[in-house]
């Protein structure tokens, strides 16, 4: 039997090389782990060591009445590292490269960017001195398109949610209501047109009154500028919408009336993290045909480990995420969008509370 030592900084890149080494026929004697084996610059504490053996091809087909070969040294003496697999720096950023991507394949990160990533994280990295999670953090990072807080924003804002039913746009309104009224005292006003549902209105006036905050209702496009007026000299005027059906073009003409009665006002979509890509694109693309999307609110992200619809949506319709939402309670389970945390959730290096 052939014994070798093999070096890596995780378990899978080990077995892989293994794997690459000495085929799918080879057994795993014992592994163990070392620290610091300071190549390339990556900063893992601890590697992992596995000693792996193969059957030479000659004995593996010898025939059954020769004499049995050698019992295999099962546990050979402390590898001399001067046998340690020679691994060389290209089979390594091949082999960081495939685990970094399959880990996106688990996250649901759509096809296209995975062969769009396949492209661009060799020479990441080659060349980074970082560990692998972390560059890959950075380049995702890199690639989604950056939310402009509102803070720096330096006029009044008329902020409208638009979505399909049931996301969370009445609750993430509520929140940002109490966000930007209560924590940081800007005069904030709501104004819903959601009249469909009976109890909606009443749903949301009730919580704002609660919080101190006016409320105007809205049963038409016309009706807004009156809503408005009233409302005129807030910092921060937030537009709650239906929840309908976005395959049907009627209500979707009927958001589009609302929004375009709005003064220049930013739009999010919001959807749920859980949604499937391909649900999600159907859904994107009906409603930025009826309304111009400026951002993206992301809701419910404590109810999934998967968080690839995230990074697939603003990369697909170019804009960035504004806000995150993480559960019932209001106002906390709300956060202002930050790239390196979506990018985080994506590499595997940061956890959402509650999973
Ligand atoms: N787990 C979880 N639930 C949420 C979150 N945001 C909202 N919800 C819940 O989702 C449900 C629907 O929330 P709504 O705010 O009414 O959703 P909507 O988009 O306004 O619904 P429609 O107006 O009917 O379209 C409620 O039970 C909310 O408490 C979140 O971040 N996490
Ligand atoms: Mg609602």
Redesign the pocket.
Known sequence: MVIKRFMAPTMSLAVAMVKDEFGEDAVILSTGHIKKPGIFGWFLRRWVTVIAGVEPAEEQMAPATEPPAAEPELNPPPADPRRASPVSAEKMTQLTTHYLLEKLKQQDVAAHHLDNLRELLPERVAKVGESPKVLLQKLLAEQLPRFTPWQSLNRSLVVALV??????????IIKLAARYGLEAGWPVGLITA?TY?VA?AEQLRTTAEILGIPVEVVYSPAEVAGALAKLAGRRLILV?T???SHFTNEHMQELRDFIRALPEPLTYL?ISAATRFHDLVQMMERFAAFVAVDGLIV?????TNIYGSIYNAARHLNKPVAFL????NVPE?LEEADNLKIAGLLAGLVRERGN
């Not at 809701?299 to 109810?303: A, G, I, N, S, V």
């Not at 939402?325 to 019932?328: A, E, L, P, V």
């Open positions: 979505g399909p039913t049931g996301v969370g746009k009445t609750t993430t959601d549902r909606a709650d239906a929840g309908r919001t809701t419910k992200l404590d109810e939402t993480t559960g019932q389970d």
